[in-house]
């Protein structure tokens, strides 16, 4: 089995991440000092709702017209993201591209290091809580933050998007009422060999793990049923080549993939799917929330609070990722992405605190564990 990238709790990540070592952030803070930044947000938060985008437009043009965006959006993503933005408002996206845990690690080493280069960051929600509890990232109040439901904000930052996990099957070679119904049928004996685990889906372990037993299973019944998944599975690393397996045939079922991937690879013509020909599925989804944040020592705040503004309006940027089959954190016309899916709660706080231990206990599962293609 492959090692996973994920095997730092995040005490230990922060403490890579930080040029002078967690020894030199008192209190688990980044000092914010004073500038040009504050007046930024500060006279744009001072103006009725209805008047803050103008103003944050104008300010954002003498800043240079520039957004430097950090984002683990896939390439796919977030290009069509910054077009439109740029369409929208003529300012220039510069973004960089990496995993979330780079993202959280290249921002705090430029804030230790007093060399802020991100005006906004997009990623997901372990890494938005991290840099939230440094201290790092300023309030949004504006107008488009009450489009967004209770579920999708958080202290600092708002989600910007969903992940969906639901199984995945390829049709041709899972035929209608053979495909699951609960996530207790991965574990059934016609499933053996039949499906691929993602090597770090521990946040997908943790969830079903805890919603099995809020529902009455005890530890012994949940760990009896995740032994005969490990044993009916095969791993591989990566949810877009575990959907490129399922497409080719390779793989006849994924124990868990993002429904938009599923989507996306479906409206392309592959014989894959997430749902069952009901159009209902009765395994209970989590949702995991991406979200934004505009830093508090933005190069160009203006630009920072334009984007995350855009980003979480219903016709501006969650309407682009509407289109690219991504689930939006705010009720979209036209928005399908939960078309019958029965969603349970998705344990943000929980794993915001977690110590690592969900990705060991995860690692421990899939040890020994055969990958897929080999």
């Given at each position: 089995?492959r ?17 002078a070592g ?15 930044f ?5 006279q ?8 803050q985008r103008a ?11 520039t ?15 910054a077009?439109a ?22 921002t705090?080493?430029?804030?230790q ?22 201290g790092?990232?300023?309030d949004?109040?504006g ?39 609960s996530?207790?049928d ?11 685990l993602?090597?770090?889906?521990s946040?997908?372990?943790a969830n079903v ?11 012994a ?10 044993a ?31 989507g ?8 894959v ?9 009765t ?5 995991r ?7 508090g020592?933005?190069?160009h705040?203006?630009?920072?609070w ?18 690219q ?9 036209g ?21 690592g ?6 690692d421990a ?10």
């Open positions: 089995m090692p996973r990238t994920r095997l730092l709790p995040l005490s230990a990540l922060l403490c890579t991440a930080l040029l967690c020894g030199g952030v008192p209190g688990g803070q980044i000092t914010v000092s004073a500038g040009d504050r007046s930024a947000y500060e744009i938060s001072a103006l009725p709702k209805d008047q103003k944050a437009l104008e300010l954002a043009k003498k800043e240079g017209g957004l430097s965006l950090y984002t683990s959006m896939t390439a796919d993503i977030v290009e069509p993201v077009q933005f740029e369409k929208k408002y003529g300012i220039k996206v510069v973004s960089f591209r990496g995993n979330s845990e780079t993202v959280l690690q290249r705090l080493q430029e804030l290091a007093r060399k802020p280069g991100a005006d906004a960051v997009e990623t997901n929600f372990l890494e938005m809580t991290v840099l939230a509890g440094k790092v990232l300023a949004y109040a107008p488009s933050l009450a489009r967004v439901g209770k579920t999708g904000r958080f202290k600092h930052w708002t989600a910007s998007r969903f992940n969906v996990f639901l199984p995945a099957w390829n049709t041709r070679l899972i035929k209608p009422g053979h495909e699951p119904r996530w207790e991965l574990a059934k004996p016609e499933y053996k060999g039949k499906f691929t993602e090597l770090s889906d946040d997908w372990f793990t805890g919603y099995w037993l809020d529902h009455g299973k005890s530890q019944e949940v760990d009896s049923l995740w032994k005969r998944i490990a009916n599975g095969h791993t591989t690393k990566g949810h877009t080549t575990m959907m490129q397996f399922l497409t080719a045939g390779q793989t006849p079922m994924e124990a868990m993939n993002y429904t938009y991937i599923t996306r690879a479906a409206e392309q013509g592959a014989p799917a997430y749902l069952p020909k009901s159009g209902k599925s395994i209970p989804a989590f949702a929330p991406n979200g934004v944040g505009m830093l020592q933005a190069p705040p203006a630009s920072a334009l984007f995350y503004d855009w980003l979480l309006a219903p016709d501006g940027g969650q309407r682009v990722i509407v289109d089959h991504l689930t939006p954190s705010t009720k979209v016309p928005d399908h992405s939960l078309d019958g899916i029965t969603l349970a709660p998705f344990d943000v706080a929980g794993l915001s605190k977690d110590d231990s969900w990705d060991r206990k995860y599962l899939l040890r020994g564990v055969p990958q897929s293609g080999k």
